[in-house]
């Protein structure tokens, strides 16, 4: 493990990141003060960077009907309007990529590499829904049950107020990316990130309204789950959440009660299958990042690696070698491949996945330690072997820069191996032949699979709908289905004269038998 040297002010808050700036972002919370703030730090130090203010039941539903206020206008503004918004906030996002990393950085501990890539994502998003989003939200004619005189047209209207429990790993990109398509389609959005990184959307959202997004139709929510999703839910139209299995059945079950829809992307336990023809060197980069980006800490991330008999001890080798040779560190520049764990609390969760796999007899190939002499938060990138379905790390997610390295035989062995888990999130399949690997990819049961990657591509494909199967989720975003699930289709109608029914004088039996035949002579000519 190679820990990054301290560079020059490696350490120092980034110059952007001011008082005055955290002021007036913490100042767009919904709260009244009345409730004890949460000190939000800088995760490689442990320092308090501002208090993050709190919001009450009263702030949420306040912070609701100035929505829904606002909302009304903003579905009356036609789409081509509402549009010239994200093109110009497509430009403020990539201007401002750089101080939106400070912040993603100071409060998440993530490397800069991985801070700028997650500034990326709301412009792609936007690009996709700038090209489609007209044509998915204009109104489309189709036929009536009598040709030529009905006819009926399928309107899309916004549901109305959307909230977003947005997840601390990706706080800008989940943020505002799943806000996005909501905002275009015409609705509302009232936002809960994580308390740890509130900071980075807030400033997201900030930067909507300077391109001219309505004051008012963002709102911002903060507290613990439990003291502000009760209420956010009662007051949605739609809830959008990104987190783990537990919370989104709780999620789940509370919509459901409130009879309204919900998108819910949960949790994984991601495979990876490596065929026997794989080329060793470009596997090993892809698989890195794949297991040890944003340090483990991606819903998609692969937690479990299937390696052929044949190959095991050279695969097994090349990717150790690489993890142990990974530059760790806290600095603000893009020297360090591998950044801080969000909080020391979850540094505790992951050391106990890994103590307990070893207690039950799996071996650490290397990694395995927290390292405070780096920060409060950091652990070292771990691979595993040995590891068995009754240990934690065998079963269980554990988000965080640790991996399982497993022997298969067969290629059948290896997609039962993989498919054996609850999850189905993210998989992905290597091999030098795509026909070999896509037979393969078309057997393993989730919601994303990758060839020769490990997960971005499938992420980055915005036009491609992303979600899990199992208990990975229900839903999904990106894609037409990630704007469209944000709207109510309504079936408007029209009979131009009134044929519906026996003519004056006509026998009914005589009618049904009119009727019947008519059905097969419009089935013929493909009327209906």
């Known amino acids: 493990m190679t820990v990054a040297p301290q560079r020059p002010g490696a350490l120092t808050r980034p110059a952007s990141v001011t008082p005055e700036l955290l002021a007036r972002l913490t100042a767009r919370v919904a709260s009244d003060g009345s409730r004890t703030p949460w000190a939000l730090t800088e995760v490689y130090t442990g320092e308090t960077l501002v208090e993050l203010p709190q919001s009450t039941p009263s702030d949420i539903e306040r912070a609701f009907a100035e929505a829904r206020a606002a909302q009304v206008r903003w579905a009356a503004t036609p789409v081509k309007q509402r549009l010239e918004v994200f093109k110009r906030a497509h430009t403020l996002l990539i201007d401002n990529a750089q101080r939106t990393a400070d912040l993603i950085q100071v409060e998440s501990g993530k490397n800069r590499r991985m801070a700028i890539e997650e500034t990326c994502d709301p412009p792609m998003v936007m690009s996709y829904y700038l090209k489609r989003a007209k044509k998915l939200l204009a109104p489309k004619k189709h036929g009536g049950p009598v040709p030529i005189v009905s006819g009926s047209t399928e309107v899309r209207v916004p549901k109305g107020v959307v909230g977003i429990i947005a997840p601390w790993n990706f706080p800008f990109a989940t943020g505002l990316s799943d806000a996005i398509p909501a905002l275009i389609a015409g609705n509302a959005v009232v936002v809960k990130p994580d308390n740890k990184t509130a900071l980075s959307p807030l400033y997201g ?23 502000v999703g009760p209420t956010l839910i009662d007051n949605a139209d739609y809830v959008m959440f990104t987190g783990s299995t537990a919370t989104g059945r709780v999620i789940g079950e509370r919509a459901g009660r409130n009879l309204i829809g919900c998108c819910l992307e949960l949790g994984g336990k991601n495979p990876m299958i490596v065929l026997d023809d794989v080329n060793v060197e470009e596997w090993v980069e892809g698989t890195t990042f794949g297991v040890f980006g944003n340090t483990g800490q991606i819903c998609m991330h692969i937690e479990r690696i299937y390696l052929p008999e044949s190959r095991y001890d050279e695969l097994k080798s090349a990717f150790v070698t690489r993890a142990a040779n990974l530059e760790i560190g806290a600095a603000y520049d893009f020297g360090p491949e591998i950044g801080s764990l969000v909080s020391p609390d979850h540094r505790d969760r992951v050391a106990s996945h890994v103590e307990d796999a070893v207690a039950k007899g799996a071996t650490v190939l290397t990694g395995g330690r927290a390292r405070p002499d780096i920060g409060p938060a950091f652990f070292e990138p771990t691979v595993l072997e040995g590891v068995t379905k009754d240990m934690l790390a065998g079963h269980t ?20 191996l993989a498919n054996d888990t609850d999850y189905g999130l993210n998989a992905s399949v290597w091999s030098g032949d795509l026909a070999r690997a896509e037979a393969v990819a078309a057997r393993i049961e989730s919601g994303n ?7 971005a591509t499938a992420y980055a494909s915005k036009g491609s709908p992303s979600g899990g199967v199992k208990k990975s989720g229900v839903g999904a975003r990106h894609g037409d289905q990630g704007l469209l699930k944000y709207t109510d289709a309504k079936n408007v109608a029209v009979l131009k004269k009134q044929v519906m029914g026996p003519r004056p004088g006509q026998a009914y039996d005589a009618y049904v038998k009119q009727m019947l035949s008519s059905l097969k002579l419009m089935r013929r000519l493909r009327v209906r």
Do not use: M, W
Not at 397 to 416: C, K, M, N, Q, W
């Open 397 to 416: 997610e554990t988000f965080g820069p640790v991996v399982s390295l497993y022997s298969y035989r067969t290629v059948d062995e290896a997609i039962h």
């Open 449 to 455: 699979v990758n060839i020769n990657d490990a997960l």
């Open 205 to 227: 959202i900030s930067l909507l309204e300077e391109a001219g997004l309505p004051k008012g139709l963002f709102q911002v929510v903060c507290g613990e789950g439990p003291d």
